[in-house]
């Protein structure tokens, strides 16, 4: 039997590629269901690297043709990065339980290895599944996503500095020699307020899909796998992508309003991920090649504010239109801005305080980032106001760009109305060859 995940050998790609077909086995066999018509559909989608594809199109928000997508479990590259961003999130940190060692965590990566690409391709968690084993067991799974598509689903995995070191200075799993030198907590910004429930953490769970049952489904069972071995820190789920990480989709909209995404690294752009996003075979350390970090924000935007805020203003701040998202210096959404251009009065088109002026590569000697957040509402907060905002997700070469940019970003007139309150960092592994366990050269 094939292993999941693991294109048949005539028709695997290279990792990045868009795939000849997709293999979607669906819970409930679902490309059969939807006929050959569907299924063609969905085949242009299922790349590292979309080619159009009707369903990134029409499903680009979730529902329709979108469920069927299936990506690759295994490959150079853990899927989930430059996966085209799929519209839901479900992230989960954890925290080794005392006593775990070495051993023990590479028995951990092993089943969440196994699990996950069983998951990614729409199969249950494990073999027996929700209903198909004993009646005197509890069930293999969980059950929330049968009858559930793929819907995109992609489970990518990362390791915080407390895997290295813990909080005490101890080293339970013999890594501290391999911990990659720019893996430290990352420095404190000016506005931060970061809370300890919400920031840090040893292991990451990035789960993205087009339904939210799927993602969560995901989250869940690996969290279940965990139990003895590692427990939930903090989660956090997320609706509407903030980014698009691939030329065939449309920008979409943060809460703000504004189309986010515009000036994204997009997987069309090998070179240029090659160059920003992947930690290169000659970078320090070896075991992370192929890989990448990933920093995680929760951002709170206080929108009670910003909704009182004139439209003409609010473009300034950020310093694209709202409508079409052309930089204001003029043009159409994907013309580059012009910093220099000026107005009548002389003063220039694009503040020089707004947000896209200070996080363009222009101004922080060219770094760039893969941004890849979703919006996030957990409710309200005892004055009545929404506890909403961006869960900013970024995938860069080295933490050093990201530093860069927010660091930019303290004179951003923006921060007016965000409050960052979480913060993370994690190296993630290069992609799972059959066979291996995620992370596996970590433990080489
Ligand atoms: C809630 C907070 C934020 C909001 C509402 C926001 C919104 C936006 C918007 C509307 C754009 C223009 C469209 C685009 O090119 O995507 C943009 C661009 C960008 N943002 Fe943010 N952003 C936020 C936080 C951040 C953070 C924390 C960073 C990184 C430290 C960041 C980095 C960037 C970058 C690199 C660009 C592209 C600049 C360019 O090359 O033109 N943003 N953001």
Redesign the pocket.
Known sequence: MTEPGVPAEAERVEPGRAEPESRGVSRRGLLGLLGAGAAGAAAGFAGGAATAGVALTAGAHGGGAAGASVFPFYGAHQAGITTPAQDRLHFAVFDPDPGLDREGLIGLLSDWTAAAARLSQGLEVAEGGAVGGSDYAPPADTGEALGLPASGLTITFGFGPEVFETADGGDPFGLAARRPPELVALPRFQGDALEPARTGGALCIQACADDPQVAVHAIRNLSRIAFGRATLRWSQLGFGRT?STSTAQATPR?L?G???????IKAEEPGVADEHVWVQPGDEPAWLAGGSYLVA?R?R?VIENWDRVQLGEQEQL?G?SKGE?APLSGGTEFTE?DFEAAGPTGAPLIDPAS??RL???SVNGGA??L?RGYNFVDGNDALGRLDA??F?L?FQRSPEQ?VR??TS?AADG?NEY?KHVGSAIFAVPGGVAVGEFVGQRLFD
């Not at 504004?258 to 994204?264: C, I, L, S, Y």
């Open positions: 980014s943060n703000f504004f189309k986010d995404g515009t000036a994204n924000r951002i935007m950020v694209r998202g801005p947000h896209v996080a363009h590569p760039r980032l941004r905002g961006l900013f970024s990201f940019v927010q970003l923006l965000l």
